[in-house]
């Protein structure tokens, strides 16, 4: 039977940014996936924030234009709140092409990535596949999403809290739009949560999220209902891709490590409650990890483990966990068309604007932790 130092299970970002820092340590990294491609099941929209891409090294050419427009609407779709920012503050990504790009920057680094291979489960270090040959691992990762088996096997905790989100993306004519992100309340399309659109210029994506249980409708009528008449949208140029599935929204995990593994991204809970997004906390939470678990890999001490700690991490977005609640209690037009409303003013907008082009990030962890090479998370 294979001995690895860590095995990683999943190849998202987080698994692949986590297996890349740990190799360049030194360590033997599998990574394994169920996928036999990278460029299929993809889950995220791909929009990367400004902080993101001042902070870790992305390829432009792997990313759209900026964009610095985002209009709030109401259920009415009338009068939208317009925010204008001075910087890029969005880019969205072509997501098959950057899991591709993480999975060469891992392998040049030593890890070894098996894709085709599907996790079934692990025990006292035996880790079992239904594909490959089982192997022993001294540590695992489980970076294998929002209802992650590793969590459940390592005896951590797990998310509760969910949206239920749907996207359909297509490829759009060029210079048919100005670049903006269109966002949209609306407890009819979206209860709790939010319909939007993002177009880049290249790509227009066009999606659905809210809480799985008021969703009754289903939620591929809801996107198809919403993308016949979405602001903004503009005719597909090229065939429709659809992407969907889970978003955990109950904020980063309390148990996220123990003695045998930890976990990384969507299965730490590592997605912004407010916005959901979770590119960001993912490579952020990612460095902290690798760092955490090379230096215990090293020296056996159990005591490092305590620096990856759920509820430290929880408590710096308690402000975030507060407002989610709130969100999740507009459950009408009427509601949200106040909402919007008290968005106007100037509190609101100054409101709505820290939350949409703040300069703050998602867990904030101490980067210099994150890379051996250059301080930085993940430069």
Known sequence: MRTVDVLVVGAGLAGLHTACLLARRGLNVLVVDRRRSLSTGIRTTGIFVRRTLDDFDLPDHLLGPGIRDVLLYPPSRRAPIRLTSDRDEYRVADMAAVYEHARRAAES??????????????????VRFADAEPVTARFIVGADGARSQVARDLGLDVNRRFLLGAEIVHPVASGTATPAFHCVLDPRVAPGYLGWVI???RHAHVGVAGYPDAMRTGIRHLL???A?????????????????????????????VCPAGL?????????????????????????????????YLRTGDRRILSRYDGDALRARFRGRLLLRRAFAGIRSPVAAEAAVTALRGRA??????????????FPDVDSRLADPATGHPGR
């Open 199 to 201: 177009d880049d210029g």
């Open 348 to 361: 609101g907008r100054a409101l709505a604007a820290r939350i949409l082009f703040g300069d703050g990030s």
């Open 263 to 295: 976990l990384v991204g969507d299965a730490a809970g590592a997605v912004s409650p407010l916005t959901a997004g979770g590119l960001d906390p993912c490579l952020r939470m990612s460095g902290l990890a690798a760092a955490v678990a090379a230096e």
């Open 109 to 126: 680094a030593g890890a070894r990535v098996l894709l085709g291979v599907r996790y079934v489960e692990a025990s006292r270090g035996s």
């Open 224 to 226: 198809d209902a919403f």
């Open 228 to 256: 016949a008449d979405a602001p903004g949208r503009v005719a597909p140029a090229g065939p429709i891709e659809r992407r969907g599935g889970p978003i955990p929204v109950g904020g980063v995990l309390r148990r996220l």
